[in-house]
């Protein structure tokens, strides 16, 4: 079936107001670009995308001198980049064979792919049963530009709205951005893909006015998370083949009941996506409480690491032509590793104080010495009764993509990070 391709710009006013998948109205400007496509053509609208990632890409948008704004120039200068509308990149290729997947089904699906990352609290957590105290809602794990407004922290954040405009089939893909650990597998910024389903009223009308368990009882509810599931089970066929998979059954504020996919590959048990049933809050909240359907939301960067056999995230972002030469639109090629520079170990050791937050440590080391910073793994961690306080020893794996790291430059990277350390989140380095 037909795939409407909008691509949608919207330039949130930032002088106003201006939990995912993975364990309020605004002033804007909208430009749309619809079109007609067929299973076999590349599903991007590039002129209105081209528009998108030149306004995007502007690191002024995302800093300022707000007090709770906690966006560091390294996260802004990812922003806009659109890894995902490009069509010979990993990332590119897997967002356009879920979606040629979709055109295939008796549904009419919606693209949005071009949606402005900053978002309101409103709509990236309110919107969603995101209760104000989850620890997703922590500036730890956040990136906060204004009080009320953030880089979206899952595409999820845009659902209510295209909920609310009428859409009843579409798929939503874009770049979100957390404060994480460091290591091969996790990096602040990352791609997700979001699609939601509505059933026709019809189909829904002996669940006429059913709510909490009388609804997710209900023969309607079960259908529901039946056609979610075989969905879901063939796109997963479709992108690595006929394979062994489980469900397991799981939880996320906006949906009820809630599952977990995991599937066969290799022989070995992968989780590949989150989903559920819309919760029937989050539907009133968008003015659709008189219809029902599910969600879903997977990571692009996990699907293209296990398929096109990428061991490194960071390699996403590179501009290497080593990688990029690698690949080409529509088809999935494993990666071959081009080199291997040797790594610098160095350990930081310090006392923490109360209130000390992981994620604000490894922030300031991504702030300090970019993507040179591969790893950096917890390695001890004491109490000293006496004295009460409690140690963390840290080990930091450097590693750059491109070039051999010299001892001298790591040195001077890690005395900066000690200094920093010490200054800004008041640890007493050891």
Known sequence: MKISTTATLSILALATTCQSWSTPHTTAIRTRSSSVVSRSTALFSAAVEESAEATYADPSRYLSDHPNNNVPPHIAALVGKGLHTKPDHPIGIIRTKIQEYFASLPQDYTIYDAEDPIVTTQQCFDALRINPDHPGRSPSDTYYISDTTLLRTHTSAHQSEHLRSGADCFLCAGDVYRRDEIDSSHYPAFHQLEGVRLFPQEEMKGADGLLGKDWTSSPECKAIGEDLKSTLEGLMDTLFGETEKRWSEDYFPFT???????????????????????????????DRGD?????????????????????????????DERFHSQFKEGSITKFNSYSKYPPVFKDIAFWIPEGFVENDF?????????????????????????????????????????????????????????????????????
């Open 256 to 286: 009820t009941p809630s599952y977990e996919l995991e599937i066969m590959y290799q022989g070995e048990w992968l989780e590949v996506l989150g989903c559920g049933v819309v919760h029937e809050e989050v539907l009133d909240m968008a």
């Open 291 to 319: 219809r029902r359907g599910w969600a879903f939301g997977l990571g692009l960067e996990r699907l293209c690491m296990i398929l096109f056999s990428i061991p490194d995230i960071r390699l996403f972002w590179t501009e």
């Open 362 to 430: 490894f922030e300031m080391a991504r702030g300090i010495a970019g993507d040179i910073v591969e790893r950096m793994e917890l390695i001890d961690e004491f109490t000293n009764p006496k004295k009460g306080k409690t140690s963390k020893c840290y080990r930091i794996t450097y590693r750059s993509m491109d070039r051999s790291l010299t001892n001298e430059e790591v040195d001077a990277l890690q005395d900066e990070l000690r200094d920093s350390a010490g200054e800004d989140l008041g640890v007493e380095v050891r």
